[in-house]
């Protein structure tokens, strides 16, 4: 069984990527996925939040406002620290039940599909990691079409991260996804066959 990391900055492929390789066979565990599991009405990332920012950040049906929370959260690096601290080791334990789960049933190719692998320290678990990234331009480009952020908005999301060049130092592959979308798919194409049959099992 094999364990790949699969990250990259916001909006720069990842998901699109992290789809396919779940098409081709790949387990993927998705960390954003488990937050969100988590942040259920009654689950503990849901009551702790609301203990902390108290009922402002409800809707009116119960659930989280996650757009509230995305604000507070990124004009305040406390809450930022606060929310990490408080997600991660829950995040983690269910990531390791997760990885258990698929070793108990022999899986071949673990994917673990994190937005902010390195910064979380979740690439140790994984036998490689590969970075699927845009250049900037058209990473921002692609960010204020999907999230309709303004210009100044998408640069200041892209500017909070790790900056790209200190994450493709420190990955063992890279998915160029400034293109278009058949030319990366070929890409995860070629590193499919590489992990699949370079004898690791
Ligand atoms: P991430 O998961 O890294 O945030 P997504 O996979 O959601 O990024 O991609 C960001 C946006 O860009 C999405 O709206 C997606 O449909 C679009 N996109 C991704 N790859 C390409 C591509 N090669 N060409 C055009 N649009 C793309």
Same mark, same amino acid.
Request: aromatic letters at 8%; one cysteine or more.
């Given at each position: 069984m094999k364990i790949i990391g699969l990250t990259g900055g916001i909006a720069s492929g990842k998901s699109t990527v992290s789809a396919y390789l779940q098409?081709?066979?790949?387990? *993927?565990?998705?960390?954003?996925? *488990?937050?969100?599991?988590?942040?259920?009405?009654?689950?503990?990332?849901?009551?702790?939040?609301?203990?902390?920012?108290?009922?402002? *950040?409800?809707?009116?049906?119960?659930?989280?406002?996650?757009?509230?929370?995305?604000?507070?959260?990124?004009s305040d690096p406390a809450e930022r620290?606060?929310?990490?601290?408080?997600?991660?080791?829950?995040?983690?334990?269910? *990531?390791?039940?997760?990885?258990?789960?698929?070793?108990?049933?022999?899986?071949?190719?673990?994917?673990?599909?994190v937005p902010l692998l390195f910064e979380s320290g979740w690439d140790k678990m994984a036998e490689k990691v590969c970075l699927v990234y845009a250049e900037e331009k058209i990473q921002q480009e692609r960010l204020m079409k999907r999230n309709g952020y303004g210009r100044e908005e998408a640069a200041a999301r892209i500017a909070a991260q790790m900056p790209l060049e200190e994450k493709k130092k420190r990955a063992d592959c890279l998915i160029d996804n400034s293109g278009s979308l058949p030319s990366t798919l070929r890409q995860v194409d070629r590193l499919w066959k590489e992990w699949t049959h370079d004898g690791v099992s």
């Open positions: 098409e081709k066979g790949a387990s *993927i565990i998705d960390a954003d996925a *488990i937050a969100h599991e988590l942040l259920a009405p009654g689950k503990p990332l849901y009551e702790a939040y609301r203990q902390h920012f108290g009922d402002k *950040i409800l809707l009116s049906d119960g659930q989280l406002d996650r757009r509230v929370i995305g604000k507070l959260v990124f620290e606060w929310i990490d601290a408080t997600a991660h080791p829950l995040i983690q334990h269910e *990531i390791c039940q997760r990885v258990r789960q698929y070793q108990a049933e022999k899986k071949s190719l673990i994917v673990l599909d």
